[in-house]
């Protein structure tokens, strides 16, 4: 009888321990998985940023064009006078 009870418990702690390490792997995938979306959205905010920056970037250089071809267009006024 002794024998059995000491093979039960030795089987409850098997139980306990397997289901901690596969608590562990859970936890684990879990954080990867975490990990993996977060970059994930990290890359997404990275790219919308650089395309609003080229948007910016084309406005301005588009801005100086005109104000360069209004300075050429007065300058061509006041050479004529």
């Known amino acids: ?18 289901i901690r390490e596969d608590a562990a792997l859970t936890q684990e995938a879990s954080l990867e ?8 959205a ?7 940023a650089a395309a609003q920056l080229s948007q910016a970037v084309t406005a ?3 801005a100086m064009r005109a104000l360069h ?9 006041l050479i004529q006078c």
């Not at 009888?1 to 409850?12: D, G, N, V």
């Not at 990290?42 to 919308?48: I, L, M, P, V, W």
């Not at 071809?69 to 006024?77: A, L, N």
């Open 60 to 62: 301005t250089e588009s």
């Open 1 to 18: 009888m002794a024998q059995a009870l000491q093979h039960s418990e030795e089987e409850h702690a098997q139980t306990i321990l397997t």
């Open 69 to 77: 071809d209004k300075e050429v267009s007065v300058d061509s006024v």
């Open 33 to 40: 998985h975490a990990a993996t979306l977060a970059d994930q």
């Open 42 to 48: 990290r890359q997404q905010r990275d790219k919308e």
